[in-house]
T-cell receptor, first 113, second 115 residues
């Protein structure tokens, strides 16, 4: 029940296109859903996060869409740029025991110039 | 303000040996969490240290242990190394035990290879 499933495993997008990464969770007690960006040789860095009481959150070119009934959430990167090429991880955590993040398996995004 | 610093950056050990990885938390942070990231996978929570005590543990055997020091820095110790322990070990520091927001900051990790 702690698993977070992420797809696709890899994604290639043309510059200016839209990148979409999807995640599904099982534990309905999760109440915080962040997305992390990781460049080679670096640790994950928080990109954007959402709580389940809203259906969408936008920060610049990055948008999270959240579907509580389907237990799914997704990251949309608008106007994708070569500098966005990185590995993206969705994650989730519990409010009652907010000591750990449960991560998805990651999506390697390549944005072609 | 310095970020999270981990050392060493790379390490090669032989199966059966013991290893100690170190983490200096970001200035002002009092909590350290450790994650294991196998190649091509997402990070998995090992444990968290708060006020020099273990404050939550993931599904890792007892040969994974840790310490937190009065200056909030931390060590991860792994005994009896196995080949499957080869991974990137990430440290995350925070103010308080929560995982929320930009205050939960990861270091660049230590790449451990067990041969």
């Amino acid at each position: 029940q702690q698993q977070v499933k992420q797809s696709p495993q890899s994604l290639i997008v043309q510059k200016g296109g839209i990148s979409i990464i999807n995640c599904a969770y099982e534990n309905t007690a999760f109440d915080y859903f962040p997305w992390y960006q990781q460049f080679p040789g670096k640790g994950p860095a928080l990109l954007i996060a959402i709580r389940p009481d809203v259906s969408e959150k936008k920060e610049g070119r990055f948008t999270i869409s959240f579907n509580k009934s389907a237990k799914q959430f997704s990251l949309h990167i608008m106007d994708s740029q070569p500098g966005d090429s990185a590995t993206y991880f969705c994650a989730a955590s519990l409010s009652g025991s907010a000591r750990q993040l449960t991560f998805g398996s990651g999506t390697q995004l390549t944005v072609l110039p | 303000e310095t970020g999270v610093t981990q050392s060493p950056t790379h390490l090669i050990k032989t199966r059966g040996q013991q290893v100690t990885l170190r983490c200096s938390s970001q200035s002002g942070h009092n909590t350290v969490s450790w994650y294991q990231q196998a190649l091509g996978q997402g990070p998995q929570f090992i444990f968290q240290y708060y006020r020099e005590e273990e404050n939550g543990r993931g599904n890792f055997p007892p040969r994974f242990s840790g310490l937190q020091f009065p200056n909030y820095s931390s060590e991860l110790n792994v005994n009896a190394l196995e080949l499957d322990d080869s991974a990137l070990y990430l440290c995350a520091s925070s103010l308080g035990t929560g995982t929320r927001g930009y205050g939960y900051t990861f270091g660049s990790g230590t790449r451990l290879t067990v041969v």
